[in-house]
């Protein structure tokens, strides 16, 4: 799997779990440490802690190993580094606090059919 395809795996393993919102940012341009992010939005600390678990769990099936973990459920904000794709996991607090899109956005975000920002 490529690195576009990894993240669109990963939006697609989220989706599936009822995750909120989302987005992948194509950063390879504007970053020399990551080509993509994958951002999403969880309801509450228990599913942000179940996102975390299923996104580890079924990229691992696919030989692609997470490097780093940062974060807590109780933060409201967990990190996931697979190196060129970051994946960031928010309660929706944290993620009107840290606003990634904004920061990033002269980014192009990647389409694919998971997006909902309806909800």
């Not at 799997?1 to 987005?23: F, G, H, T, V």
């Not at 607090?93 to 997006?115: A, N």
Request: net charge negative; charged share 25%; aromatic share 10%.
């Amino acid at each position: 799997m490529n690195n576009q395809e990894i993240a669109l795996y990963a939006a697609e393993i989220l989706n599936d779990k009822k995750a909120k919102d989302i987005s992948i940012l194509d950063i390879s341009v504007t970053s020399g440490f990551a080509d993509y992010f994958v951002i999403a939005t969880a309801g509450n600390q228990r599913q942000l802690k179940s996102l975390t678990v299923d996104v580890e769990d079924k990229l691992l099936e696919k030989a692609c190993a997470v490097k780093h973990i940062e974060g807590r459920e109780s933060s409201g904000w967990i990190l996931m580094d697979y190196g060129d794709i970051i994946v960031n996991l928010f309660t929706e607090d944290q993620r009107q606090h840290y606003q990634i899109e904004k920061i990033w956005s002269d980014c192009p975000v990647i389409d694919h059919p998971y997006t909902d920002f309806s909800s």
